[in-house]
């Protein structure tokens, strides 16, 4: 039995209206068993316009819910962009930080996911720091070095009872949205590196209870063989976690 409690998350991406979101998560309260969200982590990220919805129909049913971006100041002249604060005021737990594409669409840099990181923090924030490698940097054999710097300039700054609320999601680019998953171990390999970063930035206690994700075209078909393996501890779900069914199987297999 792990130390490290599984963790089942949903991103929704720019889909579902707050009309839309309200029936999806009734969905999954109703599919769910009360007594799996003790044994398991479940955490929606909607967009925005659909947070308050959420923690409506989700309000006591032991499901939490976050969102997929934050600015990291705290307010001002900052137009289209939401707050720390916003978020915690409508009861988000969680935050997704560094998602590939924030990093690929909006030129997110690793400096700029860890000002967000910190702030999060600060803010009582949980961050689900998203890192991961393009096609063409696995091909050339960069993997392990580009999430390795992923990892290090993300945390940087960032102290050793902060990281008990970090989560770390690791996402392959040419895996996200592609229907090509990485195979169990390749994601374990990865994995297995992202706690030796996190024993050479931190210590071998800290990279053993920080909980590391696995996303990019998880399915219901293959989470289970992903979240068997020693060092994945669950996953971030894009596409299927649109789907009641197959977001309720997913978290059922992290058992
Ligand atoms: C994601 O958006 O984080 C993701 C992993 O998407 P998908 O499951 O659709 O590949």
Redesign the pocket.
């Known amino acids: 039995m792990s130390l490290r409690k599984k963790f089942v998350a949903g991103?929704w991406?720019m889909n579902k209206t707050f009309i839309e979101s309200s029936e999806l998560c009734k969905n999954i309260k109703q599919g769910l068993d009360k007594k799996l969200t003790s044994d398991v982590d479940v955490v929606v990220f909607p967009p925005f316009t659909s947070i308050y919805t959420v923690s409506e129909v989700f309000r006591d049913s032991g499901i939490m819910y976050g969102a997929q971006n934050m600015s990291y100041k705290d307010d001002g002249a900052m137009t289209g962009e939401i707050s720390a604060s916003m978020l915690s005021a409508l009861g988000c737990e969680y935050v997704i930080l560094g998602?590939s594409e924030r990093r690929q669409y909006f030129h997110e840099t690793n400096q700029i996911v860890n000002l967000k990181t910190a702030k999060a923090l600060s803010s009582g924030l949980k961050p689900v720091l998203c890192v991961g490698e393009t096609l063409e940097q696995r091909e050339q054999g960069l993997h392990v070095k580009v999430v390795d710097e992923q990892i290090t300039l993300c945390l940087k700054g960032v102290c050793a009872v902060d990281m008990e609320n970090v989560i770390v999601a690791y996402?392959p680019v040419w895996?996200?949205?592609t229907g090509k998953t990485a195979s169990p171990e390749q994601a374990e390999e990865m994995h297995r590196q992202i706690r030796n970063s996190l024993e050479n930035l931190f210590s071998a206690t800290i990279a053993g209870r920080t909980r590391i994700l696995y996303?990019?075209?998880?399915t219901d078909k293959n989470a289970g063989e992903l979240f068997s393996m020693n060092n994945i501890d669950g996953g971030?779900?894009?596409?299927?976690s649109l789907k009641h069914e197959a977001f309720i199987q997913i978290i059922n297999s992290a058992l």
């Open positions: 991103n991406k998602h996402e895996a996200i949205g996303g990019g075209s998880v971030l779900i894009g596409g299927a």
